[in-house]
């Protein structure tokens, strides 16, 4: 008898909230929104914004790592609560007064978190996944495309009737294309095929044994293994592919070209599935970008060569701004937070370094 195996599953990856998927709708006319707070929730730490909308200032909460996937979802609960509570306090609010509240969370089991989120703190709160909160700092919180390349990568589109498309993200070991830790590992085996003579020479060879403090290319590999290295360190290494690549090192900036055809391939999947056209916003987030016309130059022409409209640019606001955008559309406040500069508003309000 012949097995048979169930159909692949051609549904989104990723649905939007429906408080979040509509674009043609009236502004709010019985109410004017004057609170509105977002959360972003990362790895490592967990940041607030309370946005007055009446006087254009914003306030700002701290708190610690939130993505459940790391420190569990009691722990993720009470980051996100912390740092809500802080900026709430910073503008003499309470939850009651918030016109819509969207946390923006990292990790794999956000119906978990929408859950606890729910029981402890309250069923208006809106939670979605960080790559949601990413698409809205890129694109404005409007049809158009958000491309993550930072430690790791993911892209994620919205078209004009709200569907959304999610393609990559699926991590380290089985994607994560075109970010820092792929261009690192990419940049280690390029060393590695110049140590065996079965590749071209170049200088990310010494560049690799100086930076991990190996005394040779082989020990680092071992190393790879034996240690292990993290992801974060392999990915903090693209620093240098970046730099060599500028330098003119042929092999460096291959592996940019690859990284960008790489990712152009699944935002091209991402325009197709959305049904995006003419023009539109493709928003480029993350530290991979900071290698600057290397790898953006590449990866816009990729980008143009299926979509001649898209405006590919660089994102320089912080990713809490996507979260506030989405408290915008939940609660339809876009035309009054389009007056405000939102991302200058918050480069303010943000230490400085």
Not at 11 to 33: C, I, K, M, N, Y
Not at 162 to 180: P, T
Not at 276 to 298: D, H, M, R
Request: aromatic share 6%.
């Amino acid at each position: 008898m012949a097995c048979k195996y169930p159909a692949v599953d051609r549904t989104p990856l990723v649905t939007l909230p429906p408080a979040l998927a509509g674009f043609e709708r009236e502004p709010r006319s019985d109410a004017h929104p004057r609170y509105l707070l977002g959360v972003d929730g990362g790895a490592t730490k967990t940041l607030a914004a309370v946005l007055d909308l009446q006087r254009g200032s914003i306030h700002l909460g701290h708190g610690g790592p939130s993505n459940q996937d790391a420190v569990g979802v009691q722990a993720a609960g009470r980051a996100l609560f912390d740092a809500a509570d802080h900026a709430l306090a910073g503008a003499g609010i309470n939850d009651g007064q918030l016109a819509a509240a969207v946390l923006a969370v990292a990790g794999t089991d956000t119906p978990s978190v929408v859950r606890h989120v729910r029981a402890e703190r309250s069923p208006d709160w809106i939670v979605v996944g960080d790559v949601v909160g990413a698409w809205a700092t890129a694109t404005d919180a409007r049809p158009g495309v958000g491309v993550i390349a930072g430690t790791g990568s993911n892209v994620l589109g919205v078209g004009p009737d709200g569907r959304a498309w999610r393609a990559g993200g699926w991590g380290h070991l089985l994607g994560d294309e075109g970010s820092g830790y792929w261009l690192g590992l990419q940049s280690i085996r390029a060393a590695l095929r110049d140590r065996e003579a079965s590749g071209p020479e170049t200088a990310l060879s010494d560049a690799a044994v100086e930076f991990f403090g190996a005394p040779t290319i082989e020990a680092l590999a071992a190393s790879v293994y034996s240690k292990p290295l993290t992801k974060g360190e392999i990915a903090a290494f693209a620093v240098e592919t970046a730099a060599h690549a500028q330098r003119g090192d042929a092999v460096a900036r291959r592996l940019y070209e690859e990284g960008a055809r790489e990712l152009a391939q699944q935002i091209a999947a991402v325009i197709h599935q959305t049904g995006l056209e003419g023009e539109f916003p493709v928003g480029l987030i993350g530290s991979a970008y900071k290698a600057g016309a290397i790898f953006i130059e590449p990866l816009a022409r990729a980008i143009h060569a299926v979509a001649p409209g898209a405006d590919v640019h660089v994102v320089e606001m912080a990713p809490v701004g996507g979260a506030l955008l989405l408290a915008a559309r939940a609660c339809r406040a876009e035309q009054a937070l389009a007056e405000t500069d939102l991302a200058a508003l918050i480069d303010a309000a943000l230490p400085r370094r």
